[in-house]
């Protein structure tokens, strides 16, 4: 078993890796930027050492202050978390070339997953569904134009590199296509740093469906079920649950069974998340991304499958196999997740964070929070605005959308704003309780989701 873990990451996440390594008896060396000397993981974790300043490219995405440290402190492994450089493939051969053990795929595996056109030809070939869309990247709006000509609008301008939504744009026709084509360009680049782009057919009112997968170095590849993530907003996630309501065990099975193939396809190791549209009629689905990382959402997985995941990634970096097998999975009940973020949903969703003057989080059977806030700490600036998440898991949907309703209602924050509300209102839609969101749900019905948090927020002036 590895002895100790660098813990490359902050907020949540690094917390997460932090409990997971604590239960295994691996010691942890938690790094912080000057904004965060103050996180509850830098006062956790064994030991604990500045990286630099608050900026990300300074600190977090500094590779070689991360090595510097975990080479002077002893550790034998680094845990990226997810962001930052947990599918940065030149990092994962860094630490390789340093002899740490990087907790996640190979540097080559990143590679062959995290070019989204290149992974797109893999999935053919290996007999997973894709979208129709170009054959490998558009290098020029002409190049595009013809490309969405062949497959028929609407399209999406995707950036081959992208993640979190950002450098993906919906083009309706011809006319619209180059200045779409220059901004998700222009995204990509300041984002990613490549501007790669390539073009796929639009999915009308498609789902989200993902699977969480788990692979060791000898072989072993199985899929842990599915994760319903259609409430997103412009095209991030905000609400996730597992397992998705409009899967048919045949369906589920063939995805599941896709997904290992796709991930058998580019050699994994580790945890890892297939991501698939499926269509409006819920019939066909197309594979969309692999991420090389633990996910956000993963811990709905982790309540209605009863696995650890970050503690598999740790015995799987370890050199131990799977100690489950695919029949050995079964799903149990629904979890639900609802992302907290500093942000405010009634002044365009600008991230607001700040100083948390009161805070309390639900408790009870069957809920988990995972976060890295506690009453008087700060929320810094400078990175993703995600503080909080609430699962709820119960025998049944209906049973887990109440449990998350009662948990909302008990959540409280003082000091800045958050989407807590909105996804109140959410859990309340007669679309998401009847399991009946798309992707476009959210976007399609915020001006009236936000009329009720605006009426609310006015009732509670008044009191
Ligand atoms: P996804 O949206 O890709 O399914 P998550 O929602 O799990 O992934 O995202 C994890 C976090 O990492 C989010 O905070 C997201 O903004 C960020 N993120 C994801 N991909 C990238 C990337 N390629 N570069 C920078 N940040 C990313
Ligand atoms: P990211 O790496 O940013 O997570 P994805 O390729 O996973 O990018 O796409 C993000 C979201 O954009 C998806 O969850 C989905 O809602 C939407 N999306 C992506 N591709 C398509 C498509 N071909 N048709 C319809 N929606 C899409
Ligand atoms: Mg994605």
């Known amino acids: ?61 500094n590779q070689t202050a991360l090595l510097t440290v975990a080479k002077a402190t002893g550790c034998d492994a680094l845990h990226p978390g997810y962001g930052f450089l947990s599918e940065n493939a030149e990092f994962a051969d860094a630490c390789a070339a ?25 999935m053919r070939e290996a007999g997973v569904p894709v979208t129709p869309g170009s054959d490998g990247p558009v290098d020029s709006a002409a190049a595009a134009l013809a490309a969405a000509e062949a497959v ?39 984002c990613f740093g490549s501007d790669e782009m390539y073009l796929e057919k639009l999915v009308l009112q498609p789902r989200h469906i993902e699977f969480q997968v788990l692979a060791d170095r000898f072989g072993h590849v199985i899929h842990l079920g599915d994760r319903d993530c259609s409430v997103q907003r412009r095209n991030q996630k905000l609400i ?18 896709a997904a290992v193939r796709a991930a058998r396809a580019v050699g994994y190791e580790s945890a890892g998340t297939v991501e ?23 811990g709905v997985t982790e309540l209605v499958t009863g696995v650890d995941l970050v503690r598999q990634q740790l015995r799987i970096a370890s050199g131990l196999a799977l100690d489950i097998t695919q029949e050995e999975v ?88 958050t989407n807590a509300e909105l996804s109140y209102q959410i859990l309340y839609h007669p679309v998401f309780v009847r399991g009946g969101c798309t992707t476009a749900f959210l976007d399609e019905n915020l001006p009236r989701l936000l009329e009720f948090n605006q009426r609310l927020s006015e009732r509670e002036g008044e009191a």
């Open 1 to 61: 078993m590895l002895k100790r873990v660098l813990i490359a990451n902050r907020g949540e996440i690094a917390l997460r890796v932090l409990r997971a390594c604590r239960e295994l008896g691996i010691e942890t060396v938690a790094v912080y930027s000057q904004a965060d000397a103050e996180a509850l993981c830098v006062q956790l974790a064994d030991q604990a050492v500045c990286i630099g300043p608050a900026r990300a490219a300074d600190s977090y995405l």
């Open 98 to 122: 340093e002899g740490i053990t990087f907790i996640g795929p190979s540097g080559d595996t990143i590679r062959r997953a995290g070019s989204k056109s290149a992974a797109r030809d893999l």
């Open 152 to 190: 028929g609008y609407p399209v999406l301008l995707k950036a081959s590199a992208g993640g979190g939504g950002r450098g993906i744009r919906r083009c309706d026709g011809p006319e619209q296509l180059p200045s779409s084509f220059a901004e998700a360009r222009a995204e990509a680049l300041a």
């Open 240 to 257: 996730e649950e597992a397992p998705a309501r409009c899967l048919t065990p045949a369906l589920r099975a063939a995805m599941g069974e």
């Open 276 to 298: 698939f549209l499926l269509d409006a009629d819920g019939t066909h689905f197309y594979f969309m991304e692999m991420n090389t990382r633990i996910q956000v959402e993963h």
């Open 330 to 417: 079964t799903l149990t009940g629904h979890a639900i997740e609802c992302r907290i973020n500093a942000e405010d949903p009634t002044n365009g969703f600008r991230p607001c964070p700040g100083q948390v003057s009161f805070l309390h989080f639900p408790g009870g059977t069957g809920v988990r929070v995972d976060s890295c806030l506690y009453n008087g700490c700060t929320l810094p600036p400078y990175y993703d605005s995600m503080a909080a998440k609430i699962l709820a898991c119960a025998p049944t949907r209906l049973e887990a959308i109440r449990k998350m309703r009662r948990c909302l209602e008990e959540f409280a924050l003082e000091g800045f704003p």
